[in-house]
């Protein structure tokens, strides 16, 4: 039977001096080995996005992490680093796409930029320097670890009992997670519910309430080596159920 199919929008790069679309092997592998579905890229085309036709074959759409921050004027508020990368023409492509596809009843799974992207979408808005915020940990990663250092489990978060998560983690009250984001949510979009917090309060997972389908959002990583982690297995797997119950409803 064919692998349902989901949208992992890419991001603009350059490639020695050519502008690229790109997305990292981790998120896509994890979306054809964890969710065992296939993945397809879809560029930043902003505008230029026909949305509705991806949305006719799409099953599912997985919204990656990213180096680049979501430009502060979309949540209204002016950029306090402008030092720090952005990407305009994903957010001009992610945010349309997710509004739609929420519309369409379509699974989705965010991570990282995506967490606050759909937050973004649905009219949240975002603590631009998590660390600078009195109360908050700081979140953000060591640059000068490995890989390896960099993605190891960095502190817990608390699950909401009853929620989603929870009940995709068999009932577990915290897990451990890995933390490697400066930015994180300030006020929640109306109609999303809090899956999990880390100690400091922070919001690190929700999902959207009013969603037909699995709609899920976590802060950290578990696209990373996700074979080796029970609970992002998990993730992925209840995602990629989600991806062919929504295969098989459509004639």
């Known amino acids: 039977m064919r692998r349902p199919i989901v949208l992992v929008p890419a991001c603009s790069q350059n490639k020695g001096s050519h502008p690229s679309y790109a997305a990292q092997n981790k998120y896509v592998d994890a979306v054809a080995v964890g969710a065992r579905c296939q993945p397809l890229l879809v560029p930043p085309l902003g505008d230029n996005t026909d949305i509705e036709s991806l949305l006719g074959i799409a099953n599912g759409i997985m919204l990656t992490g990213a180096a680049s921050n979501l430009q502060a004027s979309l949540y209204g508020q002016a950029t306090l680093d402008p030092s720090l990368p952005e990407d305009h023409a994903r957010d001009a492509t ?13 699974p ?5 930029r995506g967490f606050q992207e759909v937050n973004v ?3 949240g808005t975002l603590h631009q320097s998590v660390h600078t915020v009195p109360g908050y940990f700081d979140h953000r990663e060591d640059k000068t670890q490995s890989l390896e250092q960099q993605y190891a489990a960095a502190h817990r978060v608390k ?20 933390s490697l984001h400066g930015q ?11 899956e999990a917090c880390s100690d400091d309060g922070l919001i ?18 578990p696209e ?5 982690n029970r609970d992002s297995m998990r993730m992925f797997s209840a995602f990629g159920l989600a ?9």
């Open 94 to 106: 992610t945010l349309p796409l997710i509004r739609a596809a929420l519309m369409h009843g379509i």
């Open 108 to 112: 989705i799974l965010a991570i990282c």
């Open 121 to 123: 979408a649905l009219g």
């Open 159 to 178: 699950l909401e009992k009853g929620g989603l998560l929870a009940h995709i983690l068999d009932g577990a009250s915290e897990i451990q997670v890995n």
């Open 184 to 194: 994180g949510i300030d006020r929640l979009a109306p109609g999303l519910q809090v």
């Open 204 to 221: 690190e997972a929700y999902s959207i309430a009013a969603s037909p389908s699995f709609a899920l959002a976590v802060q950290w990583h």
């Open 224 to 228: 990373w080596r996700v074979e080796e």
């Open 243 to 251: 991806c062919r119950v929504h295969r098989d409803r459509i004639p």
